[in-house]
Nanobody, 115 residues
Framework: QVQLVESGGGSVQAGGSLRLSCAAS????????MGWYRQVSGNEREFVAT???????NYADSVKGRFTISRDNAKNTRYLQMNSLKLEDTAVYRC?????????WGQGTQVTVFS
């Protein structure tokens, strides 16, 4: 099994930056992709970004050019650098990891952007 621990997040003024981290442990060699979704209370979960084990990256249109997903394989960690944050980026962000066993989720972290 894969376990995920998230860190980062917090509150930032619009236009500012935050970085999220997602550290994986356990059966990490089985991980095929990792990334983030976000969810505002009462709304559906929204895809944000993903990076595969082969390095393929995809972003939601809403964050392209502002968010960057990256990885540090030595630390088994993925990062989501979020720049030029907007009020509408406010949400709970949850990282995930896909493996043949299924999808595992991190605990989630709150990102709040204020004006």
């Amino acid at each position: 099994q894969v376990q995920l621990v998230e860190s980062g997040g917090g509150s930032v003024q619009a236009g500012g930056s935050l970085r999220l981290s997602c550290a994986a442990s356990g059966n990490i060699v089985s991980i095929m992709a990792m990334g983030w979704y976000r969810q505002v209370s009462g709304n559906e979960r929204e895809f944000v970004a993903t990076i595969t084990s082969g390095g393929t990256i995809n972003y939601a249109d809403s964050v392209k050019g502002r968010f960057t997903i990256s990885r540090d394989n030595a630390k088994n960690t993925r990062y989501l650098q979020m720049n030029s944050l907007k009020l509408e980026d406010t949400a709970v962000y949850r990282c995930y990891a896909d493996s043949p066993s299924g999808r595992r989720w991190g605990q989630g972290t709150q990102v709040t952007v204020f004006s």
